[in-house]
């Protein structure tokens, strides 16, 4: 009876450690699927930003506005530098604004 109850609790350790081990592994790759993750949409939200500079370069304040509030709206908060760019466009497409209203 001992050798069974032995083998029986060899058998449960091994269970449990596969079982950690598989958690593990589990987990491990959802760390890794996370990561990958918010590398693609830190990748996405610095093309964004470059695609509002690119556009207030050439003077459209409206468009670069637009993409500032694209990543607003995923619920990225912008750097200081880009609050500022922001209320710098908006002020700039006030102005259009205006002007073009006479």
Known sequence: MTKS????????IKAAVRYTANSRDMHSR??????GFEAEHAAIIGRTLRWADDAAARGDYAEA???IETV??????LSDEYKEKHASWLNAVAHERRTQLG
């Open 5 to 12: 109850l032995d083998r029986g609790v060899r058998c449960a």
């Open 30 to 35: 959802d760390d890794d699927r996370r990561a």
């Open 65 to 67: 506005v637009r993409w």
């Open 72 to 77: 607003r709206a995923v619920g990225h908060d």
